[in-house]
């Protein structure tokens, strides 16, 4: 359901626990994300031709690519809200279309559809999603992210009567309510207020040091080099580049944007990896 505008509160700081720790202590030697040669098609229009991109354990990738590229397709695929037409994803060594239901504990999206119910207050909802997680210790946890995005004093008010900014935020304590080891976050500006967009550039910074695995679509450069440690470029489709981000700088990506953008379906793919 679709809240409609509504006051928007406070602004919080969402702290983000660290998983340097974790990752560190895991051994393991998988990507945290892994796709491979995944299509996707809607009846005649091909959205996805092809996708090959690897996320290792604690990187934060920027995904650029104009309107239209399949940047929104390929995180719903990714997060399993979609199943792709071909190829495959795994997450954390395991493959997705065989463990989707428990592979979705490791994730947390952040999307153009906040996956929020309208009718249901800000508690309700953050306790439904708790349940789906099985999440000890729920109501500290949600107190504590209430608290943090800024909603406190809207917990037992209807999310259908939130403003866009309100609703960012109260899908950020969703999303990172089972605390995940991986955040997906797609175009998550869009839409939002300068206070509501403050905030959620505050979370990002955050989320960029806690040792996450992240991916951010966007169509911002200067953004998303901000924060990342590696990008890469989708379009029609393909990834049409990628490389690390401590060779690059918002004029240079400027550059090798333009040109990725520029090239037909057909072409080779120039992603050559510059990590």
Not at 46 to 70: C, K, M, Q
Not at 171 to 195: C, K, S
């Amino acid at each position: 359901m679709r809240a409609t505008p509504g006051r928007p509160a406070g602004r919080r700081s969402t702290r983000l626990p660290s998983q340097h720790g974790a990752n560190a202590d895991s051994g393991s030697t998988s990507p945290a994300i892994l796709v491979r040669k995944v299509t996707k098609a809607f009846g005649q229009q091909v959205a996805l031709r092809g996708v090959d991109l690897t996320v290792a354990e604690g990187d934060f990738v920027a995904l650029f690519g104009p309107n239209g590229a399949g940047k929104t397709t390929l995180m719903r695929v990714i997060s399993s809200l979609a199943r792709p037409t071909g190829g495959n994803v795994e997450i954390m060594g395991e493959p997705l279309e065989k463990a989707a239901t428990s592979l979705r504990h490791h994730l947390g999206l952040i999307s153009h559809n906040p996956l929020l119910y309208g009718d249901l207050t800000p508690e309700e909802n953050l306790r439904f999603f708790a349940r789906m997680y099985d999440l000890a210790d729920a109501d500290g946890r949600i107190d504590a992210l209430l608290e943090q995005v800024g909603l406190s004093n809207r917990r037992r008010d209807p999310v259908r009567t939130f403003s866009r900014g309100m609703v960012q935020r109260l899908a950020i304590a969703r999303a990172i309510l089972h605390d995940p080891p991986i955040m997906l976050l797609d175009e998550p500006y869009t839409g939002l207020d300068l206070q509501a967009a403050e905030m959620l550039g505050g979370f990002l910074r955050e989320l960029a040091t806690s040792g996450r695995t992240v991916i951010l679509t966007t169509h911002n450069l200067e953004q998303g080099l901000e924060m990342c440690s590696r990008a890469a470029i989708l379009n029609r489709g393909r990834i049409t580049w990628q490389g690390g981000r401590s060779d690059l700088d918002p004029q240079s990506m400027k550059e090798i944007y333009r040109e990725a953008t520029s090239q037909p379906v057909a072409s080779r793919h120039a992603g050559r990896d510059q990590r």
